[in-house]
Each structure stands twice: as structure tokens, then as C-alpha cells.
């Protein structure tokens, strides 16, 4: 029986007798748990779920991307169907076999490494993989030669198949793995360039297209994948030491698809989702299992920021995940669009979304009617949206007014998730009708949660109230919510991963002896049941008073002014105050120099010296923490203005854009000494460098 909100009281229910001394009692999805065993009309694996589609739906479409011509214009979207790519992945898989690219690690794997932009040639690649009984090895395409030499030397690869742009730092990482033998570039002609690289390498190249031919000439058995192996590798961000590789299984996979269906949010097979997430990220990686599973379709994007409401507007999508950086960058433009209108058009639109919000919030009505029509319509039809049936929202926390105003401007639902990579990507989920905001739904069909004590920051599964006055992870300032505990979140369920490969120790620090992954995240039960993430246990430091901070969740607090696009949050044990690195929004600041008629000549790098923009987002920060609920020593007093993003190409953001916080601390070290040195010589006052 599927949740439906206004039918039920509750979003979990708890299972009797399981509360310890030191751990909240285990909680689950109000109809009772997933059976492990289940499977998809038969399915156990990806493999047979993709071969079940191109059954049932040989002739729709699948694999969509746009061409580049000469000029590098794209056109319009071109799809080849279940059946054309199912014959590519057995062509693929038959020269593999073929040539011995994926032969048997010492430990028995059967591993390909993908190095390349989301396109149609990682999913047949993938596929391949598991035709032959193996697994793929994924590495973000905005790796370098360290990182993916790590990765190959780890995984002991022999093969990679990348796009050209990949290839270089492919043959870097070389040299150091002795293991690789070959590349299987994307394109379909190998240039003199690709070759010479190759050979500098001392790697054999191949196109894929010639591994197609060569595999219709010398067609192999299909070796099909058991639901306990491993599908895919999938590295962690490793924002203070090196990678882990987490072990997700096949079964891993299906139980979270399955968890999907119980909660009717899913694909159909008129679907079209927009694959613009990295697809190593295993949310990604779950939302195409969804597409793929329902004979659904999939467009790529194009692989640049600049270009995502292009393709949204060329694609016109149904469904695609929606994180938070992505949802405050359209909620910024339309607002900056809404402010430069006249100011009878700032009425009409004011109006048309509080009489929408009122809908939403009194009747949980995500209609299209009168206002709808009038003003958000175009909206849509402006950004690509105008078909969008349905949104899950994930991997950071998002404003709550953030979140409403997407809901309302789309008229669809969309749902909040909460999960990680070593969770399959699922521990909870905003249930079909709930659209409150502040949570993260209720237990997942295929989770069992329970809340562990922390002690140091205050958090006991027996509190029974969050938001006080008081220390204990109380958010200062603002009224007491009544809960039913609060603690570290742990999971247990058969979408737990297998563990990290070659790291028992690693494995051993995340799952306890009784099957308990321990997330790093604080949360705490509401009344009815739903799961509200209020603090983070690890990235945690303590401050001269013995105060406790949670890095992450300041971050993230400062981030929801539209002034301020990154940050950076330092505290110093000897010090009783917080410092922040901050990357203003370069839109938002040129908006705001406008209003307060500074010189239109002057750059983005010279407004982040101007002491009155600091002053502003001094501001903005102390606005954004109280609303928020932070006490006064969460809240940074000193900050520097950073002209220059953290990306991954300067070493400050790992492949999933969280903050490298060592590289981080070395590289501003000097900045930080000197704003505790301002805050010390004015003790009291704003920080001014």
C-alpha cells in the first residue's frame, strides 16, 4: 500500500522494544520494510532490468544527445532506442571479451573504468560491464592526473574508455599504473594527436566505434551479473584525505528501485530525464536506474553550466533531480527578473504566487490554473520547465523558500531526499502530497533509522524538545519545536554498500558490528515521525569556550543569501570566534554596485575590495543566521571577500563541489591569521581588512 499523507499521522513508526541506554529506538516506513529478496517483475539486477526494457519497449527512445557541428552549434536532440543501444553494449561486450580488457583482478573482479562526460556512450559502456560479468570503475571527468592514478592503481584497471578531452590526463596517470594497458576513446576516429598520446602512454588505443565493429564480427556469450556483486565502484569526495572506493551491488541498486515504486515516485515510459549530474554520483546513477527500469528516455546535456538552460529549453524534460545549487540558480534569476519588471508587473507576479503559495501550504494543491496560466507559465516555457511532471531534490540542504517557490513555479511535485553514497543514495524521502518544507520526509520503505546519542554536542535521543536558549544544538533565538529525539543518524537496510575496497579499517569506522552505517549527520524525529537533518558530527571543531561547531551547517546557512555563492567557515581552538572565506554571487554583487552607483567599470575582483560590499555581507550573514536560528558563536565575525571561485580546477572542491577543507585552510592560512589578528586588535566590532 503506497503513504498517502492525509490518511496517516505518521511518516515512520517505531519498532517496540529496541531503544538502548545510549540510542533512540529504530524507526520504519509506516507500511513495514521491503522485503531484501524482492525484486522488479523478476529483476534482481541492473543487467536484467535493462534487458526487460529492451523487451518491452524495443523501439522507444532511450539515449539522447545533442550533435556538435563544425562551428560548435548543437542541434537538436537525437535518440537512439532500447533496442539500437542494446546492440551496441553486446557489440561493445563481445570485442571486450574479445581483446581481454576487463580481465579478472586478484580478487576476482571484472573491472572498466569510465573517464568522461555524462553521454550515451557511458550508459553502453556500463552496460557492457555487466554483459560480461564485470563492474565499472567510474572517475569524474574533472579528475586529475593524481586523483585518477589513484583510482587505477587501486582498482588495478587495464582498460579505460574516456572521451578525447580525458585522454591526457589519462596518459599522465599512466607511467605510475602498471596495471593499464589500454584506452577506448569516445570519438569515432582516432586522430594523429590521440595516437601519439597513446604511445607516450605506452597505452593501446582503440575508438569505441572500432570496438563495435570488431564485436559484431566476434560475437561472445553474455555472462550476466549475480544480484550480491558488485555493480559499481563509487568514489567518495574525500574532502579531507583521499578517496574511498564504496562497494554498490546490484541488489543494492534494486532495492532502492523498488523502494521507488512503493512510493509511486518513478519514471514512465514517456518520461524524458535530463542527465546533467556527473553519473559517477550515485544519486545520478539511481535516477537513471528509474529511466531505465520504465523504458523511459534520457537527454544529456552538453556539459557546461553556461549551457544548461539551453538544453533544458532544447530537451524540454520531464523529470530530472534537482539540487539545491542548481534550484538557487534559477530562483535567483527569475527574482532578478521579477525586480527589474515594472512595477505592475511585481504586483501581478506577487500576487499570482501568494494566491499559489496558499494553495500549496492550506490545501497541497500544485495546480495549474487562472495565475498559473498568467504568469508562471512563461516563466516555465523560459527555462525548459514547461513539461516538468516531477522533481527529487537531494545531496544538500535547501532553503525552505527556495524549495516553495520551485514548486509553485513548476506546478509538479518536489520531493526532498535525504541519503548518501554508502546508503544507495536513499535513507529518507518527502512523501507524494507532503509539500512542507524543513524536513526530510519519512523513512524510506527500505530503510531502518535510529538516532544515536552525542553526548559532546549535546544531542540525546531523549530529548523532547529542539531550539532553546541553551547549548545542545538548540537553534538560539528561535521557539522550541517539540520532538521525539534527537542524535547521530544511523541506517541499516539491504541498500547498505558492501564497504570500502581495500579499507576494512575505513569500513570498520562506518558499520558497526550490528549492520549500522553511522552517517556523520545529526537529525531529530518530529511528532509525526519525519526526519529533520539540524547539525553535523563530523567536520566538527571546538572552540576556546568549548563551544562545538558544525562547519558544513554554517556554510550552508551563509549560502542561502543570494549575495554570497561559497564560503568557506575556520574556527581556531584558541579562539572564541568563527572566520569565513567568502565567494560572493558575481551577478548579485554587479546588481547590488548598480544600486549603490559605484563605477560601472570597476571588476568583479575590485568590488570584493570594496569595504562597503563587506560591510553588506556582514550583514547578510548576521540576516541569514538568524533566521536560521544559529547562536552567536556560529555566526562568522570576521570575513574575507574571494574573487575567485573554489572549483575543482584551483584544489578547493572535490569532484561533487563539496569544499576540500584541508586545501582549503593551507591556502587562506595567511588571511585567516590576519583576520584573527583585526578581530583581536578590535575585539567587539566588524572586521574590517
Not at 544519486?283 to 544529456?300: D, H, I, P, S
Request: charged share 20%; net charge neutral; with cysteine.
Amino acid at each position: 500500500m503506497v503513504y498517502v499523507p492525509h490518511r496517516k499521522k505518521f511518516y515512520s513508526i517505531e519498532v517496540p522494544n529496541t531503544e538502548t541506554a545510549t540510542a533512540g529506538p529504530i524507526r520504519r516506513f509506516p507500511d513495514g520494510e521491503i522485503n531484501p529478496q524482492l525484486a522488479y517483475d523478476g529483476c534482481y539486477t541492473i543487467y536484467e532490468l535493462f534487458r526487460r526494457s529492451v523487451a518491452i519497449y524495443p523501439h522507444r527512445p532511450f539515449l539522447g544527445h545533442r550533435p556538435i557541428d563544425s562551428e560548435g552549434h548543437a542541434a537538436p536532440y537525437v535518440f537512439e532506442s532500447y533496442e539500437e543501444a542494446a546492440r551496441r553494449i553486446d557489440n561493445l561486450a563481445s570485442a571486450l571479451e574479445h581483446e581481454g580488457l576487463c580481465p579478472p583482478t586478484p580478487d576476482g573482479l571484472r573491472l572498466l573504468g569510465l573517464y568522461m562526460k555524462n553521454c550515451p556512450e557511458w550508459i553502453i559502456a556500463d552496460q557492457a560491464a555487466f554483459t560480461l560479468h564485470g563492474a565499472t570503475v567510474p572517475l569524474y571527468d574533472t579528475l586529475g592526473p593524481d586523483a585518477v592514478g589513484y583510482v587505477i592503481k587501486q582498482t588495478e584497471l587495464a582498460a579505460v574508455v574516456c572521451g578525447p578531452q580525458e585522454l591526457e590526463n589519462l596518459v599522465a596517470a599512466a607511467p605510475e599504473c602498471p596495471s593499464l594497458k589500454a584506452a577506448v576513446l569516445t570519438c569515432s576516429v582516432l586522430s594523429d594527436h590521440h595516437r601519439a598520446l597513446a604511445r607516450k602512454g605506452g597505452l593501446k588505443l582503440y575508438s569505441l566505434m572500432d570496438l563495435e565493429k570488431l564485436g559484431f564480427r566476434y560475437p561472445q556469450p553474455h555472462f550476466p551479473p549475480d544480484p550480491d556483486d558488485v555493480a559499481t565502484f563509487s568514489y567518495t569526495s574525500g574532502t579531507t584525505g583521499g578517496p574511498k572506493g564504496a562497494l554498490l551491488t546490484h541488489r543494492n541498486f534494486l532495492t532502492v528501485y523498488c523502494a521507488g515504486k512503493a512510493l509511486e515516485v518513478e519514471n514512465f515510459p514517456d518520461d524524458i530525464h535530463f542527465s546533467y549530474l556527473p553519473l559517477p554520483h550515485v544519486f545520478e546513477r539511481v535516477m537513471l536506474l528509474a529511466v531505465l527500469g520504465n523504458g523511459a528516455a534520457m537527454g544529456f546535456w552538453q556539459g557546461s553550466p553556461e549551457r544548461l538552460v539551453e538544453d533544458l529549453q532544447a530537451l524540454r524534460p520531464t523529470c530530472m533531480p534537482a539540487v539545491p545549487r542548481v534550484l538557487n540558480r534559477m530562483y535567483d534569476k527569475v527574482m532578478a527578473g521579477v525586480r527589474a519588471a515594472s512595477p505592475l508587473k511585481q504586483m501581478l507576479f506577487q500576487r499570482a504566487y501568494a494566491a499559489k503559495l496558499r494553495d500549496l501550504d492550506e490545501r497541497g494543491e500544485l495546480s495549474k490554473g487562472v495565475w498559473d496560466r498568467l504568469v508562471f507559465a512563461k516563466v516555465r516555457r523560459a527555462i525548459g520547465l514547461d513539461r516538468m511532471r516531477v522533481m527529487v531534490t537531494g545531496s544538500a540542504p535547501i532553503a525552505p523558500h527556495v524549495l516553495q517557490f520551485m514548486r509553485v513555479l513548476c506546478a509538479c511535485p518536489i520531493h526532498e531526499g535525504y541519503g548518501q553514497t554508502e546508503t544507495t543514495a536513499m535513507t529518507s524521502l518527502t512523501f507524494p502530497g507532503d509539500w512542507t518544507t524543513g524536513h526530510v520526509g519519512g523513512v524510506a520503505p527500505v530503510s531502518e533509522v535510529r538516532l544515536v546519542d552525542v553526548p559532546e554536542m549535546g544531542y540525546l535521543h531523549t530529548d523532547r524538545q529542539h531550539g532553546s536558549a541553551g547549548r545542545g544544538g538548540g537553534a538560539f533565538g528561535k521557539a522550541a519545536q517539540p520532538c521525539i529525539g534527537r542524535g547521530e543518524i544511523c541506517v541499516r537496510g539491504p541498500h547498505i554498500f558492501k564497504g570500502y575496497y581495500k579499507q576494512p579499517d575505513k569500513t570498520a569506522e562506518t558499520i558497526d558490528a550490528q549492520g549500522w552505517l553511522h552517517s556523520g549527520d545529526v537529525g531529530m524525529w518530529t511528532p509525526e515521525g519525519r526526519l529533520v537533518i539540524i547539525d553535523r558530527k563530523k567536520n566538527i571543531f571546538k572552540l576556546a569556550q568549548g563551544e562545538y561547531v558544525a562547519a558544513e551547517k554554517i556554510e550552508n546557512v551563509l549560502m542561502q543569501s543570494e549575495m554570497i555563492a561559497q564560503a568557506f567557515v575556520y574556527g581556531d581552538s584558541l579562539k572564541s570566534e568563527l572566520v569565513a572565506i567568502v565567494v560572493p554571487d558575481a551577478e548579485a554583487v554587479q546588481d547590488w554596485a548598480r544600486q549603490e552607483s559605484l563605477p560601472v567599470d570597476h571588476s568583479f575582483a575590485e568590488l570584493c575590495r570594496q569595504s562597503l560590499l563587506k560591510e553588506k555581507i556582514l550583514d547578510e550573514i548576521e540576516v541569514q543566521s538568524k533566521r536560521a536560528g544559529l547562536h552567536g558563536f556560529e555566526i562568522p565575525k570576521a570575513i574575507y571577500l574571494e574573487s575567485e571561485p573554489f572549483t575543482g580546477a584551483n584544489g578547493l572542491l572535490t569532484p561533487t563541489q563539496k569544499l576540500k577543507r584541508m586545501q582549503a585552510r593551507d591556502r587562506y592560512s595567511t588571511i585567516i591569521q590576519e583576520l584573527y589578528a583585526t578581530r583581536d586588535l578590535h575585539q567587539g566590532s566588524k572586521a574590517r581588512l
